[in-house]
T-cell receptor, first 113, second 114 residues
């Protein structure tokens, strides 16, 4: 079946540091890939997405590139802010007729001033 | 434009009881999905409703059932509650023709089973 694996958290950084959160997936065909963010006490919000190989999704300074050859979709940001502190979820939506999305376990990011 | 809304915000029940959670989708969206998010875990897909019918179902027992109304709002019902049902229940909506695309999530209902 489909699966998404994220790096364990928490990831703790100082403000303005570079961020990478690793995500790899297992799926047949060409799934769509997503990063969602969840702030404390809230639901998930879409951060960015990519629908085909080599696509780069970007939003609010965050980027991720769909790498089919390594089945990865790593999240990066060049300079994090305290307000980026949240839990980040990598997810996939399978290709084909059945829509049952798969989410990773989430990676907590803590940014200190 | 109101986003996805859910009620109630929090709920406390005891084992064996039944619970109903409610969701109103984002304006213009006709498809509603429900997820269970246990503490420290990612959301797990429960089921999805479109045109008042269950279209997809994840790996959840029949104790979990749902309904969609003509105005696209939806309910999630859980019978014979177990301690393990304690979780954040998320509702998400999307237009049916973009069902594989972005999901718009509500803030969730926190269910505690004692």
């Amino acid at each position: 079946g489909n699966s998404v694996t994220q790096m364990e958290g928490p990831v703790t950084l100082s403000e303005e540091a570079f961020l990478t959160i690793n995500c790899t997936y297992t799926a047949t065909g060409y799934p769509s890939l997503f990063w969602y963010v969840q702030y404390p006490g809230e639901g998930l919000q879409l951060l960015l997405k990519a629908t085909k190989a080599d696509d780069k999704g970007s939003n609010k300074g965050f980027e991720a590139t769909y790498r089919k050859e390594t089945t990865s979709f790593h999240l990066e940001k060049g300079s994090v802010q305290v307000s980026d502190s949240a839990v980040y979820f990598c997810a996939l939506s399978p290709s084909g007729g059945s829509y049952i999305p798969t989410f990773g376990r989430g990676t907590s990011l803590i940014v200190h001033p | 434009d109101a986003g996805v809304t859910q009620s109630p915000t929090h709920l406390i029940k005891t084992r064996g009881q039944q619970v109903t959670l409610r969701c109103s989708p984002k304006s213009g969206h006709d498809t509603v999905s429900w997820y269970q998010q246990a503490l420290g875990q990612g959301p797990q897909f429960i089921f999805q409703y479109y045109e008042e019918e269950e279209r997809q179902r994840g790996n959840f027992p029949d104790r979990f059932s749902g309904h969609q109304f003509p105005n696209y709002s939806s309910e999630l019902n859980v019978n014979a509650l177990l301690l393990g049902d304690s979780a954040l229940y998320l509702c998400a909506s999307t237009p049916w023709d973009r069902v594989k695309d972005t999901q718009y999530f509500g803030p969730g209902t926190r269910l505690t089973v004692l």
